[in-house]
């Protein structure tokens, strides 16, 4: 398969942006609503959607993955969509209005429920929730108070990407990427090795740590107190003398790996399936300090134009064919796992290959807050993790 929707980035505005919109606060605050919607009427004729590239897909790019295609012949209602590259970008667009959906990230989720750009969903009006995983039903980065913000849409890992030439045995640890040192093939890492480019990898550094320096008691790399953050940061501050680039765009670093000479990253099963299937030498792996990851929401907007048309898609993205076709698209694990079977794209062993029983082993992105979660909160909220991040890259 091959995708050449290319991210878009929003620079450093968009960063200095997000410091309005990831105001820290205690915990998740939920806002005043008069509850969810209680019934589905006529669709609008349309629903927009804020989503990651190749989330929503019309078969424009491989006609072999088209879920939009048939829903809009159903339903009447044409879908729209607006590729965002980062969650804070996600966040930023809509605070802006006038989008219907988003497939937010737990670093993005738990800020719309805070700042009220989302509305409860009324999950009976989901007929299709009884097929959603058990593992996400409830998760915390879209259920608050026992109200359901969203309906789950997919799942992964951010895994270590690594090239098969360079390391005839699979590197066990994330050390490759944040310390310097000789690789197997004799060279030096520096300059051949990539970190993710948004403050959220900030708990990258703060996972590695839990395993290399045990004295710091992180337990949760989301809820770092002032000495746990700042060990974070002099880390990335001395991974900084080693990275080639920090990635941000999916293609990019494909690209890096094929032609300059990147060789060790994070990166998302996504870049490894389409690597690999174009013939490189590369390969992925769970590090023993365990990994970061991802799961995505389908979140609606507290004012969405077309709620209903957005209520039919809510229904229709839990089809087991469109997430079987998207988990083999991009990479991911369905939120309903009666996709993982009979699904000719995905295959029986996809969801096996693409990580479903390492759920366990993942810390999915989350919001940091100055709640620790363990009655504390001396914790280092997110709009500090952005402008800490910014200064790491920037070399301060």
């Known amino acids: 398969m091959n995708i050449r929707r290319s991210f878009q980035w929003i620079a450093?505005?968009?960063?200095?942006?997000?410091?309005?919109?990831?105001?820290?606060?205690?915990?998740?605050?939920?806002?005043?609503?008069?509850?969810?919607?209680?019934?589905?009427?006529?669709?609008?004729?349309?629903?927009?959607?804020?989503?990651?590239?190749?989330?929503?897909?019309?078969?424009?790019t491989d006609p072999n993955y088209d879920w939009v295609t048939g829903f809009e012949t159903d339903t009447g209602c044409k879908v729209s969509v607006k590729v965002a590259a980062t969650s804070d970008e996600m966040v930023a667009l809509m605070n802006e209005g006038g989008f219907d959906l988003v497939t937010a990230s737990g670093d993005a989720s738990n800020r719309l429920i805070s700042g009220g750009k989302v509305q409860e969903i009324n999950i009976s009006l989901i007929p299709?929730?009884?097929?959603?995983?058990?593992?996400?039903?409830?998760?915390?980065w879209h259920t608050v108070n026992g109200k359901h913000y969203g309906v789950p849409y997919q799942w992964g890992p951010n895994v270590l990407m690594y090239n098969t030439d360079v390391f005839p045995e699979p590197p066990t640890s994330w050390n490759v990427v944040f310390e310097e040192q000789n690789l197997p093939d004799g060279q030096s890492n520096k300059g051949r090795v990539q970190a993710y480019d948004g403050p959220i990898y900030i708990a990258d550094a703060a996972l590695y740590l839990m395993n290399k320096q045990p004295e710091l008691g992180?337990?949760?790399?989301?809820?770092?107190?002032?000495?746990?953050?700042?060990?974070?940061?002099?880390?990335l501050r001395q991974q900084r003398q080693i990275i080639g680039r920090y990635w941000h765009d999916a293609f990019i670093q494909m690209d890096d790996f094929t032609n300059e000479g990147v060789v060790a990253s994070?990166?998302?099963?996504?870049?490894?399936?389409?690597?690999?299937?174009?013939?490189?030498?590369?390969?992925?792996?769970?590090?023993?300090?365990?990994?970061?990851?991802?799961?995505?929401?389908?979140?609606?907007?507290?004012d969405a134009p077309h709620p209903n048309c957005a209520y039919k898609?809510?229904?229709?993205?839990?089809?087991?064919?469109?997430?079987?076709?998207?988990?083999?698209?991009?990479?991911?694990?369905?939120?309903?796992?009666?996709?993982?079977?009979?699904?000719?794209?995905?295959g029986d062993q996809g969801c096996a290959t693409n990580g479903f029983d390492n759920f366990e082993k993942i810390w999915f992105w989350r919001t940091p807050t100055t709640d620790c979660g363990d009655g504390k909160l001396d914790c280092?909220?997110?709009?500090?993790?952005?402008?800490?991040?910014?200064?790491?890259?920037?070399?301060r």
């Open 12 to 60: 450093a505005g968009l960063l200095v942006l997000s410091l309005a919109l990831s105001a820290c606060t205690p915990a998740v605050q939920v806002p005043v609503t008069g509850g969810p919607r209680q019934s589905i009427g006529d669709g609008e004729g349309e629903v927009s959607i804020v989503a990651w590239a190749g989330y929503i897909e019309r078969g424009e």
């Open 128 to 140: 299709s929730w009884g097929k959603v995983d058990e593992r996400l039903q409830n998760a915390p």
């Open 218 to 235: 992180i337990k949760n790399p989301y809820a770092l107190n002032r000495e746990q953050f700042d060990a974070a940061l002099n880390l």
């Open 266 to 302: 994070s990166s998302w099963p996504f870049q490894v399936n389409l690597l690999e299937a174009d013939g490189k030498p590369i390969s992925s792996v769970f590090p023993v300090e365990g990994t970061t990851g991802w799961a995505d929401t389908t979140m609606l907007h507290v």
């Open 313 to 346: 898609w809510l229904e229709h993205s839990l089809n087991p064919k469109l997430q079987g076709d998207l988990a083999a698209w991009f990479g991911s694990v369905p939120a309903a796992p009666e996709a993982c079977t009979g699904n000719a794209l995905l």
């Open 380 to 395: 280092v909220p997110y709009h500090e993790w952005v402008t800490a991040y910014i200064a790491v890259i920037g070399g």
